[in-house]
């Protein structure tokens, strides 16, 4: 169920227009939509598609799988970073943009590089390091034009981030150069082929004989100089497993996300180009249900599905597609027969619980809506999904249990950072909710906890 997930503001700080990779200095969560243009979406496919691709990979590198949390933004640029928390981030450029599994796998590679390196925490220091020397010439410069002396003081100000800056590429070349190696040893150690990254790895290199307004950006801010790209080659072909090809069903299952990723982030009308009429493969077919969808065509959007459904019928998302588009297009009782196949199909996803909680709360009447809340408090569980709590809100509320309605929306809120209005809705359940319930003590944890700018 594609959909977005709202945000939390933060700042990029002194040098944040430096570079794009500066972002991954700062502790950011799934809300960092609004503020800063990253547009976080929420795939259930998708992202158990990445994280699938992630967890040997995290094993190979010490890393606790679990520990591990995965946002997809929706961004067509070909890039994904980690930030503070062990949070890894993927546009959907990369994934619509990289030819096969052993591509995307080699950039996991790479940035669980940076992040078992601790290559966020060293970035930071570096620039912290670099920011009071500039700062001291900032002011002296501004002193000088004070004084008169104009160019002098410009001279001062340009001069110092000039250097500033330069540092600071030179020491993420390095870091980035400490990743490839990383990544390719955490590929080898998970028996996969480093094959793919140094393909993904080559069209960058080549990206540098470009001119820059053809350069990919991820290209320009991750410099795949000659010299680094021979270190790298040379390291991943001594690997056993150079030569291992990626199995059948996980190629299947790529181009399955990359066709659901075209149909709902595409125009439809570039999605019948891409996806003709004549193209009856499977992934023609996941794309353009999408995109007959969201075009108001229900019967051409279900009949696109119907062999995928007859040729898997035990792929879970699938039927998650068919209970979104029932569930959008008003259809809540097929809706919910769909979700609930995909949920029989894998009950751990926590996203496939929200989908058919959703559609169960639409239904309205009182049994439709206690499920809905068994179902809606499994897809809030980790705390990763907000929308999960404020369908929540909305249950509760149908059930007249305004306490945990407010609690609900106090955890909606708390989830995406914005703590005032976490704190209101915090109170407001306290004086519903019996005193030391575990509920009331929900509430208080949210309702004590200190204001953003008292920190410190």
């Known amino acids: 169920m594609f959909f977005s997930k709202s945000g939390k503001k933060f700042s990029a700080g002194l040098f944040g227009a430096m570079l794009a990779s500066a972002v991954a200095l700062l502790p950011l969560v799934p809300g960092a939509a609004q503020a800063q243009g990253i547009k976080i979406v929420s795939d259930a496919e998708t992202e158990a598609m990445l994280r699938e691709y992630s967890e040997p990979l995290l094993r190979a590198a010490g890393i606790d799988p679990a520990a591990v949390k995965i946002h997809l933004v929706n961004d067509r640029n070909l890039n994904a970073f980690v930030a503070g928390g062990q949070q890894m981030f993927f546009h959907t450029g990369l994934i619509t943009t990289v030819n096969s599994p052993g591509e995307l796998m080699g950039v996991i590679a790479h940035e669980i590089g940076h992040m078992s390196g601790g290559h966020l925490v060293k970035r930071r220091e570096e620039f912290e390091n670099l920011s009071m020397p500039v700062m001291a010439s900032m002011i002296l410069g501004v002193g000088a034009i004070a004084a008169g002396a104009g160019d002098a003081g410009m001279a001062l100000i340009m001069g110092s981030q000039h250097l500033a800056t330069r540092s600071l590429l030179a020491f993420t070349r390095e870091q980035e150069a400490s990743a490839d190696q990383a990544g390719a040893t955490f590929l080898q150690r998970a028996g996969l082929s480093g094959k793919g990254m140094l393909d993904l790895f080559a069209t960058m290199r080549d990206q540098e004989l470009l001119s820059a307004n053809r350069q990919d950006p991820y290209a320009r801010s991750h410099p795949m100089s000659g010299a680094r790209f021979a270190a790298l080659e040379e390291r991943v072909r001594q690997s056993p497993y150079f030569d291992k090809p990626d199995p059948p069903e ?111 709360a639409a239904r309205g009447d009182t049994p439709s809506t206690e499920k809905a809340i068994q179902h809606l408090m499994t897809a809030a569980k980790d705390g990763d999904q907000p929308y999960a709590y404020y369908q929540l809100s909305i249950a509760y509320g149908q059930m007249n249990n305004i306490g945990m309605a407010e609690l609900s929306t106090a955890q909606y809120y708390d989830s995406l950072g914005r703590v005032q209005q976490a704190k209101a809705h915090a109170d407001r359940a306290m004086r519903q909710l019996a005193k030391g319930s575990p509920e009331w003590l929900r509430a208080q944890d949210i309702a004590m906890q200190p204001d953003p700018e008292r920190r410190g």
Do not use: C
């Open 250 to 360: 996980r190629v299947h299952r790529f181009k399955m996300v990359q066709a659901k990723i075209y149909g709902f982030l595409d125009d439809p009308n570039v999605v019948f180009r891409r996806f003709p009429a004549s193209d009856t493969s499977p992934y023609a077919h996941y794309a353009r249900s999408v995109a007959y969808h969201r075009t108001g065509q229900l019967d051409r959007a279900l009949s696109e599905l119907a062999p995928l459904l007859k040729q898997e019928a035990e792929n879970p998302y699938i039927w998650e597609v068919q209970g979104q588009i029932y569930f959008e297009s008003g259809k809540v009782d097929d809706a919910i027969t769909s979700y609930n196949e995909a949920v029989r199909l894998k009950p751990q996803d926590n996203q496939l619980h929200l989908g058919l909680g959703r559609a169960l």
